[in-house]
């Protein structure tokens, strides 16, 4: 999930970015909108977004300015501006990308779509070296079903189907457990643990893959013959992880 803020002193661009981030399919929260530095500061730190659609020129200072507040800038940054000259500084900032005003609907959506793709796979790596460092500490699980509570261990998951507000999960001895919380919460829960995201109605245990197979878009096979699709913004990240496995 992309958690935006825009920070613009222009309303009528705020206006214009607002609708465009409608049309996205990214999954996207927008936190807030500010009109300057200081308004636009407060906001950040209030909101803790992950991505930041930022203006240069503003009346009680520039993007960059507030950018250096920040020992560590904790978010990706979108300059969206009238002004070609500060495309390089803006890239000594770490910027995603730089966009001049006027823009097309789609060269913003196109970046947004970069940026979901980068934060994705950011925090699937630093989930994956939480798992490896550990590696030792969660073992067990505790399922509530309607029937009775179970202890599982988590070698014994092979993976998690989401069920609307339900997830069902499909152990090595082909028994089924249906628990009343959604795949979101085991996402948050299991993603150190050596999980993995693969779909957004899918999370799989990585040491049950198979293998990935090419064919119609793409799936994994696992040890219960399943075949999970995976979704195409998490293909490099699994990619990724295959490569630290192997």
């Known amino acids: 999930m992309l958690k935006i803020v825009i920070i613009d002193d222009e309303q009528k661009a705020r ?17 807030g909108e500010a009109a300057g530095v200081k308004e636009g500061y407060e906001l950040i730190l209030r909101e803790k977004p992950n991505l930041v659609l930022l203006d240069i020129n503003m009346p009680d200072g520039t993007g960059f300015d507030l950018l250096k ?50 934060i994705e796979n950011e925090l699937t790596e630093l989930k994956f070296k939480t798992f490896l460092s550990n590696l ?4 067990k699980i505790v399922l509530r079903t309607a ?16 069920d609307v507000n339900y997830t069902r999960f499909f152990l090595i001895d082909k028994k089924k457990l249906l628990v009343s919380k959604t795949l979101k919460e085991y996402d948050e829960m299991l993603g150190a643990s ?7 109605s899918h999370l799989v245990n990585l040491d049950h893959i198979l293998r990935f197979d090419k064919t119609e878009g793409g799936h994994l096979v696992m040890d219960d013959d399943a075949q999970v699709p995976v979704s195409s913004r998490k293909r490099e990240a699994l990619f990724k992880i295959f490569e630290n496995l192997g």
Do not use: W
């Open 194 to 200: 050596g999980f993995f995201r693969a779909h957004q």
């Open 69 to 118: 507040k920040f020992d560590a800038i904790p978010f990706k940054v979108i300059f969206i501006t009238a002004y070609e000259e500060f495309a390089v500084k803006a890239f000594k900032f770490s910027a995603l990308d730089y966009i001049l005003k006027p823009f097309q609907a789609g060269e913003l959506l196109a970046t947004i779509q970069k940026a979901a793709e980068s």
């Open 15 to 31: 206006d214009t970015i607002r609708n465009i981030l409608k049309l996205s399919d990214a999954g996207i929260e927008l936190a």
């Open 136 to 139: 030792e500490k969660l073992k």
């Open 147 to 162: 029937e009775s509570i179970h202890i599982i261990n988590l070698k014994d998951i092979i993976r998690l189907e989401s």
